[in-house]
């Protein structure tokens, strides 16, 4: 079974870019949808994004003009950019896979998380 | 303040059967499949239903999905203390460009 892994830093300065990679091991990137989520903390699931294998990209309409979503291939990960962060984008940031026997928008697997905290 | 609606709190004693409304609209719900999902506190979240009723295997029949119209509901028969947890249903929303949207969560209470 495929493992996801997220990485970056934990804490991030306001204003400044939120850089988070996802390390997909045991399996490969092509034919699924990647994507990220968050928990801010007190709050529910926002999905905030994915890069389908070949590379098109869907973002949530609220952070769309803040972020991208990029894949690299030849590294099995994909990565997120969140510019001029606030308090607001502090939270608990997943990665997940989509697009297996389940469907596109089913999530089997998730990364652990790891935690941002904008100061 | 979340696209899809949910209860903010359910609960049930052990053996007994819960369920949790998850309410969209005509862009999602309407007519896209609903997922559920279960976070246990401190793990990341597990698939639980998708397809609006199907069963990923490993997931026990206790646990079942229906939709109709714009709503959705999850049903947990046989109330285990291990389904303490908090519950999120999502749906694909078709405006602006497409995207997925989830409900605020349900925190089930096993008393």
């Known amino acids: 079974q495929e493992l996801l892994q997220e990485s970056g830093p934990g804490l991030v300065k306001s204003s400044e870019t939120l850089s988070l990679t996802c390390t997909v091991s045991?399996?490969?990137?092509?034919?699924?949808?990647w994507n990220w989520i968050r928990r801010p903390p007190g709050k529910g699931l926002e999905w905030i994004g994915q890069?389908?294998?070949?590379?098109?990209?869907h973002y949530n309409p609220s952070l769309k003009s803040r972020v991208s979503i990029s894949l690299d291939t030849s590294k099995n990960q994909f990565s997120l950019r969140v510019r001029s962060v606030t308090a607001a984008d502090t939270a608990l940031y997943y990665c997940?896979?989509?697009?297996?026997?389940?469907?596109?928008?089913?999530?089997?697997?998730w990364g652990q998380g790891t935690e941002v905290t904008v100061s | 303040q979340s696209v899809l609606t949910q209860p903010p709190s359910a609960s049930g004693t052990p053996g007994q059967r819960v369920t949790i409304s998850c309410s969209g609209s005509s862009s999602n719900i309407g007519r896209n499949t609903v997922t559920w999902y279960q976070q246990v506190p401190g793990t990341a979240p597990k698939l639980l239903i998708y397809s609006n009723n199907q069963r990923p295997s490993g997931v026990p029949d206790r646990f079942s999905g229906s939709k109709s119209g714009t709503s959705a509901s999850l049903a947990i028969s046989g109330l285990q203390s291990e389904d303490e947890a908090e519950y999120y249903c999502a749906s694909w929303d078709d405006t602006l460009n497409g995207y997925e949207v989830f409900g605020g969560g349900t925190k089930l209470t096993v008393l």
């Open positions: 997940a896979r989509g697009g297996y026997i389940y469907g596109a928008d089913a999530f089997d697997i």
């Open positions: 045991r399996g490969s990137i092509s034919g699924y949808y």
């Open positions: 890069v389908y294998y070949t590379g098109s990209t």
